[in-house]
């Protein structure tokens, strides 16, 4: 069975400082696929990236950054110059490509950025 | 900006009664996952439909839980009847062909059971 640990539950930082949320999964498949999503206080939950298992590269999109490491079965989220829209609960997931390709989400991390 | 729907977005109702949300998933993805989310137990998945079929129900209570797909651009879920653990917040989300990895949430209906 597949397992995603996010094992900081809540931060808090002050806008402008960069912040890593921390993901780690476990799975014996080879090929899965990694997301994070976001969740406002609003209550959606909002797609930020997905990355497969055969792509370490990292990846960066504007204040965003993923730092994909299968040899830690790591998958970190780096938010750098932090403001305070950014203050929601974010998740890490997992998802096999074999089966029904569900998602196994992580408890989920709380980002609390003051002005 | 094509978006999954659901409604009731809010419910409060009490011990014993019916209780059904809906979901109208993005025109032409074939995937559905109905998921409740609670401060316990984080986001847990119900059940899975695709072309409307249920693959996999596995964490529905079933004594109380049902989930249907009557159409294509409709899915249901229903408790029947209804418990205050049922006080959770319920999202669906679709997704497209070929690309099932790829999940799109609604924004959820906060159901109270008092």
């Known amino acids: 069975a597949q397992k995603v640990t996010q094992a900081q539950t809540e931060i808090s930082v002050v806008e402008k400082e960069d912040v890593t949320l921390d993901c780690v999964y476990e799975?014996?498949?080879?090929?899965?696929?990694l997301f994070w999503y976001k969740q406002p206080p609003s209550g959606e939950l909002v797609f930020l990236i997905r990355?497969?298992?055969?792509?370490?590269q990292n990846e960066i999109s504007g204040r965003y950054s993923w730092n994909f490491q299968k040899s830690t079965s790591s998958f970190n989220f780096t938010i750098t110059a932090s403001q305070v829209v950014d203050s929601a609960v974010y998740f890490c997931a997992l998802s096999l490509k074999s089966g029904y390709s569900t998602l196994t989400f992580g408890k989920g991390t709380m980002l609390l950025v003051s002005p | 900006d094509a978006r999954v729907t659901q409604t009731p977005r809010h419910k409060v109702t009490e011990m014993g009664q019916e209780v059904t949300m809906r979901c109208q998933p993005i025109l032409g993805h074939n995937t559905v996952f109905w998921y409740r989310q609670t401060m316990m137990q984080g986001l847990e998945l119900l059940a899975y439909?695709?072309?409307?079929?249920?693959?996999?129900d596995s964490g529905m209570p079933k004594d109380r839980f049902s989930a249907e797909m009557p159409d294509a651009t409709l899915a249901t879920l229903k408790i029947q009847p209804s418990e205050p653990r049922d006080s959770a917040v319920y999202f669906c989300?679709?997704?497209?062909?070929?690309?099932?990895?790829?999940?799109?949430f609604g924004p959820g209906t906060r159901l109270t059971v008092l």
């Open positions: 990355r497969n298992s055969f792509d370490e």
């Open positions: 799975t014996r498949d080879t090929t899965y696929y």
């Open positions: 989300a679709s997704g497209p062909p070929s690309r099932y990895n790829e999940q799109f």
């Open positions: 439909f695709r072309n409307r079929a249920p693959l996999d």
